[in-house]
């Protein structure tokens, strides 16, 4: 009987251990971003854009008549082929859920 006590007495002490050693989900901040329902161009995508490719690809700029990255349809054409210029995974996967988007538009 004794025995049967002690373990009563350490069980839900043996359940909060538990509890605390479950990983937690990642704040929203660090969700997925394929969580994202809709990505602007304007707001989202072109800021990247021109902190990554500016001034080649903007009005002015060497490459704009060729590529110009202030229109949604060149990065739609160009898809992930950007990435060689764009290494972050934030910035990527903001680009992928557009050009998803854009996909699913089209289909």
């Known amino acids: 009987m004794r025995y049967h006590g002690s373990m009563s007495r350490l069980l839900p002490a043996a359940g909060l251990l538990l509890l605390a050693s479950c990983p937690t989900a990642p704040p929203p901040a660090t969700a997925p971003s394929s969580m994202v329902s809709h990505v ?26 060729k590529l110009p990255f202030d ?37």
């Open 40 to 65: 602007d161009f304007d707001s989202q995508v072109q800021p990247i854009l021109q902190t990554r490719c500016t001034p080649c690809h903007f009005p002015g700029g060497v490459m704009h008549d």
């Open 71 to 107: 229109r949604a349809q060149t990065i739609r054409d160009l898809g992930e082929k950007l990435f060689t210029r764009i290494k972050d995974e934030q910035e990527q996967a903001l680009l992928r859920s557009f050009l998803a988007q854009v996909s699913k538009a089209g289909s």
